[in-house]
């Protein structure tokens, strides 16, 4: 079992930023991916960037790249998902997740970001 916590999110306007932190715990050592998904509302969850453990490869939604950067926090084993230049379309709940060696996935309680025009 992976537990994962989340911080960070809020309210900001059009154009600023915030940065999300996810921290894991119990069996990290299996950890293969972890990475953000958003939903807002009506929409399907999706995923935005994911990191792999590894290598730290990283990859972007198109929607984000350029704007949202993530790295791996090694003193938490977690994920940090700096986003930038953020619009009023990035409004939705995010999602830390975590893909584990054995296809298992985690998931955390979501966040919510709200960017306002």
């Known amino acids: 079992q992976v537990q994962l916590e989340e911080s960070g999110g809020g309210l900001v306007q059009a154009g600023g930023s915030l940065r999300l932190s996810c921290a894991a715990s119990?069996?990290?050592?299996?950890?293969?991916?972890m990475g953000w998904f958003r939903q807002a509302p009506g929409q399907e969850r999706e995923l935005v960037a994911s990191?792999?453990?590894?290598?730290?490869?990283?990859t972007y939604t198109d929607s984000v790249k350029d704007r949202f950067t993530i790295s791996r926090d090694r003193a938490k084993n977690g994920v940090d998902l700096q986003m930038n230049s953020l619009k009023v379309e990035d409004t939705a709940v995010y999602y830390c997740?975590?893909?584990?060696?054995?296809?298992?996935?985690?998931w955390g309680q979501g966040t919510q970001v709200t960017v306002s025009s």
């Open positions: 997740w975590a893909f584990v060696y054995g296809a298992a996935q985690y």
């Open positions: 119990g069996r990290t050592f299996t950890m293969y991916k």
């Open positions: 990191i792999t453990w590894s290598c730290d490869s990283a």
